[in-house]
């Protein structure tokens, strides 16, 4: 149990194009998800907190115009990187929270790969 | 700023011994704790979770909490090869379903 997927598990797209990624719960319903973003041979930085039905909470420094965010359902949510840059360039996880079970764990999803020539 | 520190790495152990991860935290609020394992170029997946003081084992590996202390551990027995990977630790952050997350501690395990 507690499965989340994400597609595409990788992208390589040109400069000022924008990309959409999905995650899926797809045993269970998450009330929340959380997308995170990992630079080589860095820890995970979370970028956002998505909850389903309201606005998403981008943590400082994020730009909520440029990394949208949709929680639409208890098991989908979607980032969309708008205009990306080289700099976008990064390893890409959501999370979703179990939260309607008895421990508040987040279960990874595997990640997408977004290259950005 | 809440924090996670581990050292990262990497650490060495040869097959069959016992590896040690350590992970402090300063929010002392923090009631939930989180040890991940992460496989170059995948994401991390679940290990396991601690909420109260002392040891909690499940199959090869324990975790270890003092709250006093602000101090989380993974106990890994009869390392195998298998188990190299980066380690992370992640603390839940007090009245949120938000984690931090430690830069992670990179484990080898020599054959």
């Known amino acids: 149990g507690a499965v989340v997927s994400q597609h595409p598990s990788w992208v390589i797209c040109k400069s000022g194009t924008s990309v959409k990624i999905e995650c899926r719960s797809l045993?269970?319903?998450?009330?929340?998800m959380f997308w995170y973003r990992q630079f080589p041979k860095q820890s995970l930085m979370l970028m956002a907190t998505s909850n389903e039905g309201s606005k998403a909470t981008y943590e400082q420094g994020v730009e909520k115009d440029k990394f949208l965010i949709n929680h639409a359902s208890l098991t989908l949510s979607t980032l969309t990187v708008t205009s990306a840059h080289p700099e976008d360039s990064s390893f890409y996880i959501c999370?979703?929270?179990?939260?309607?079970?008895?421990?508040?764990?987040?279960?990874f999803g595997p990640g997408t790969r977004l290259t950005v020539l | 700023q809440k924090e996670v520190e581990q050292n990262s790495g990497p650490l060495s152990v040869p097959e069959g011994a016992i590896a040690s991860l350590n992970c402090t935290y300063s929010d002392r609020g923090s009631q939930s704790f989180f040890w991940y394992r992460q496989y170059s170029g995948k994401s991390p997946e679940l290990i396991m979770f601690i909420y109260s003081n002392g040891d909690k084992e499940d199959g090869r590996f324990t975790a270890q909490l003092n709250k006093a202390s602000q101090y989380v551990s993974l106990l890994i027995r009869d390392s195998q090869p298998s188990d190299s990977a980066t380690y992370l630790c992640?603390?839940?952050?007090?009245?949120?379903?938000?984690?931090?997350f430690g830069t992670g501690t990179r484990l080898k395990v020599l054959a």
């Open positions: 999370s979703a929270g179990h939260t309607r079970a008895r421990t508040d764990t987040q279960y």
């Open positions: 045993d269970f319903q998450a009330t929340t």
């Open positions: 992640a603390v839940k952050v007090a009245g949120t379903y938000k984690y931090i």
